[in-house]
């Protein structure tokens, strides 16, 4: 809440103080530079060439990026020197009220000036809201950067290297130099020899061949016809 109300109150004092500077340096502009360096050679004010242009840019430039909050606290410093500048050549020897060309103007907008110097602007003005974006960008690249350095590599599988697989009792993740120079203690397991295979016949005299009775009765059954037995003969 207090800072909300900070960030009312900053816009408020921005967009007068701002109101105020473009006044008086559009004043100097419609005056034309040569009036006003003239004036301020008049005034004893050194360098009134240069002085006379920093004076009608700044307060104007200076005046508009105030009300819209663009480069606070730069704009503030300069400023900041030109009232300083305004009272020490100027107002500072006529007192303080503006009626006798004293130092309150100067004054209350160099203090002003001080303040956004310091306190900066707010949060309602396009400072905060670039600011914002910026932020938001180092936000997502910072995470996006993260995800990257945690992400596999390509060609590599969970729980593998691009040297083997990782070893027993690993779960993931790449294997250190010491894990690779470790011996493998997994058991070998021994190979069991082939089967035999016994659909072959194992010659003419084994078992696995069928003899003549045999293959009548087989024929029998696929031709459907009764097989055949044949009685030995009468001894």
Partial sequence: MKRVLFDIAALIARIATGVIFLAHGWQKWQGG???????????????????AGFSTVIETVGGVFLILGLLVRPVALL????????????HGSHGVLSANNGWELPGALGALSLLFLALGGGRIGLDAIFTSV???????????????????????????????????GRTGGPMTPAERDMPDDRPE?????????????????????????????????VSDEPPQHHKPPNR
């Fill in 33 to 51: 530079l040569g009036a006003t360096t003239q004036g301020f050679r008049e005034m004893g004010i050194p360098m009134p060439e240069m002085a």
């Fill in 79 to 90: 400023l900041l020197i030109d009232m300083i500048g305004a009272i020490a050549f100027v």
């Fill in 134 to 168: 910026f932020r938001r960008r180092g936000e997502r690249r910072a995470a996006e950067e993260e995800l990257a350095a945690h992400a596999p590599s390509r060609g590599t599988a969970a729980g593998t290297t691009a040297e083997g697989t990782a070893p027993a």
């Fill in 189 to 221: 397991v021994p190979r069991q020899p082939a089967a035999p295979d016994t659909t072959r016949s194992t010659g003419s005299t084994g078992s696995g061949r069928l003899n003549d009775d045999d293959m009548r009765e087989i024929d029998a059954l």
